[in-house]
């Protein structure tokens, strides 16, 4: 019918403007005209067209203002005391860098991360899954000297895309500095110098990822296991960086040893101009020494013969049940369960905070540790659901009742000093703890101490300690939990304290075999932090302060006794 798809008529304006009746008459007689702007929201040039015509109008709106004022000898600055000039004072390459540094860090982590992914699953799980692992084994060189051959062709390979994506990202850019009306838009001068002194970082961040890719293929029993774990993985080494972006960190001497975040605050420092070379070069160090520790795991890995023997067998319903679910089990329901947070818990609290935080730990948390263990065949042991001895229960009800004051102790004296809890975020803490109006406290004890409590153990302490404990050992798998229990947390700033509590929860649950002490610990650490904070009040449990230091040497005391009473009886009941 000649008719466009969005309605209009081929040839039709952008932009009508349809004035109310006797509009000129009313411009003309000091009153206000009504203009209406017609125009197709669903076109980005209709878009573009109305900001243009809504740019003429408001000058012809001055235009007419001052006449008005004019003809009745009034001064304009009259109705306009204030007249605000903007300077920037940035140079195009400043704010080149700016921009950059902003934006680049975090393409060049993906960009190594994609590199790096293939290779590193076909060079380890993939010759495990083709049958050549065990010919490669049988040449005479050294294991070392093997994973450190692998490791090269993974970290060339990507370096190789990282590089290939930052030339033709320059490419572009220098094309949008070629064109004049491009260029009058966004004025930039590319910062080349800065962007050669940042290579020698990509590099340097091409082994750390590469490394780690390595080390979490070398645990895969088979291809398919290794891309269930690789998503973990991607959030591990990525969300430090994503953190530091969005919360927008600068490179310091403490944050130079976080991996992951070092090498993206390094890049953001360099391009804008503002990294020193002292904590550059740590930042370098310390990321090439996570590395060389992500090596030597894969490494050690290669040494044993959980490498040639640990592929899949039946299917899984021709399998008894199992003790344990396999580490790419395990990290993909936990990848699972916090992107169910971030999507579907946030919302479900913001709407109603009660029964949101109730659905939230027992369907979201709790609810796919359930689904893995119906499907994969696993017994109740996978989840750490085993008997334990009293004197465990009596060791983890210690620890509960004085952890927090630890907890408190090294958080304040620790994070708080290195980077302080934001206003905006105690505010929200405080009107989660202390609500208008107050919620009734066996209420909160449910909702805040008991359900989080009993479903991230079963999560935590029970499914993936569990699976991690064969190939990681106890030391290692106890550490990684910690970690894992901090991030989950989803804040920078609620890291370091439930890290801390993570570590402890990890070590009640391998000295007692079960998590049901660690519970009981959780519970109790939980229920004494609300029913103390409730009773200290606002001004301050939220403010920050230190425990005296004779209460938080009794709580360290109090804490060590009960670990050490907890696994006084170790062995495994039921």
């Known amino acids: 019918n000649g008719r466009q798809p969005n309605g209009r008529q081929p040839g039709a304006a952008e932009v009508t403007i349809d004035a109310s009746p006797g ?3 009313a411009i003309d007689g000091a009153r206000t005209a009504t203009l209406r702007l017609i125009f197709d929201d669903a076109s980005d040039t209709a878009e573009m067209a109305v900001g243009r015509v809504r740019e003429a109008l408001e000058a012809e709106a001055a ?6 004022l004019r003809d009745r000898g009034i001064d304009a600055a009259l109705i306009e005391p204030l007249r605000v000039e903007e300077h920037p004072t940035a140079t195009p390459a400043a704010r080149a860098g700016h921009l950059l540094g902003r934006t680049l860090p ?4 993906f960009m190594i991360l994609m590199g ?3 290779p590193a699953l076909d060079l380890t799980a993939g010759e495990k899954e083709r049958g050549t692992l065990e010919t490669l084994l049988c040449a005479p060189v050294a294991r070392r000297d093997l994973v450190v051959g692998k490791f090269l062709a993974v970290a060339t390979v990507a370096l190789l895309v990282a590089l290939c994506n930052l030339v033709s990202l320059g490419l572009v850019l220098a094309w949008i500095g070629q064109e004049p009306a491009l260029a009058s838009r966004l004025p930039l001068a590319i910062p080349w110098t800065r962007l050669a002194a940042a290579l020698p970082v990509v590099v340097v961040a091409t082994a750390f990822f590469s490394a780690v890719m390595m080390a979490v293929a070398c645990t895969a029993r088979s291809y398919k296991d290794a891309q269930h774990l690789m998503g973990p993985a991607y959030l591990a080494v990525a969300v430090p960086a994503l953190v530091a972006r969005e919360a927008g960190g600068t490179l310091t001497w403490a944050t130079a040893l976080v991996p992951g975040m070092s090498v993206g605050l390094l890049l953001e420092g360099l391009l804008a101009g503002t990294a020193g070379v002292g904590v550059a070069l740590l930042a370098c160090a310390a990321t090439l020494g996570w590395a060389a520790l992500a090596l030597a795991f894969a490494t050690r890995l290669y040494g044993g013969e959980s490498m040639l023997f640990s592929t899949d067998g039946a299917r899984c319903a021709d399998r008894p049940a199992r003790a344990a679910a396999t580490p790419g089990e395990a990290l993909a329901t936990l990848a699972m369960v916090v992107a169910l947070l971030v999507y579907v818990g946030r919302a479900l609290q913001s709407a109603a905070f009660v029964p949101g935080m109730i659905a939230t730990e027992w369907l979201l948390v709790l609810g796919p540790c359930l689904a893995l263990a119906w499907t994969a065949r696993l017994d109740r042991r996978a989840l750490g659901i085993v008997r334990a001895a009293p004197p465990a229960f009596a060791g983890a009800l210690l620890c509960g009742v004085s952890a927090w004051v630890l907890a408190a ?9 290195v980077m302080p809890t934001p206003p905006e975020m105690i505010e929200a803490m405080r009107a989660l703890v202390f609500p208008d109006p107050p919620r009734p406290l066996p209420v909160d004890l449910f909702v805040l101490a008991v359900g989080p409590a009993l479903c991230e153990e079963v999560l935590f302490r029970g499914l993936v300690l569990r699976a991690t404990l064969p190939m990681l050992g106890p030391t290692l798998a106890v550490l ?5 229990f901090g991030a989950f947390h989803l804040s920078s700033y609620h890291f370091f304290g439930p890290a801390l509590m993570g570590l402890l929860l990890a070590t009640i649950a391998v000295r007692t075999r079960s998590v049901l002490p660690g519970m009981l610990l959780h519970v109790a650490h939980n229920a004494v932090t609300l029913a103390v904070g409730r009773a200290l009040g606002p001004s301050v449990a939220l403010t920050g302060a230190v425990p005296p230091w004779p209460l938080a040497l009794a709580a360290a005391l109090a804490t060590a006794a ?4 907890a696994g006084r009886h170790d062995r495994e009941v039921g």
């Open 23 to 25: 509009a000129a008459a």
């Open 63 to 68: 235009r007419v203002r001052a006449r008005r």
């Open 106 to 109: 975090i393409l060049v982590v």
């Open 116 to 118: 790096s992914f293939n």
């Open 409 to 417: 102790a090294l958080v304040q004296v620790v994070q708080e000093r």
């Open 480 to 484: 990684a939990n910690a970690l894992l």
């Open 562 to 565: 009960g670990v050490w009473l």
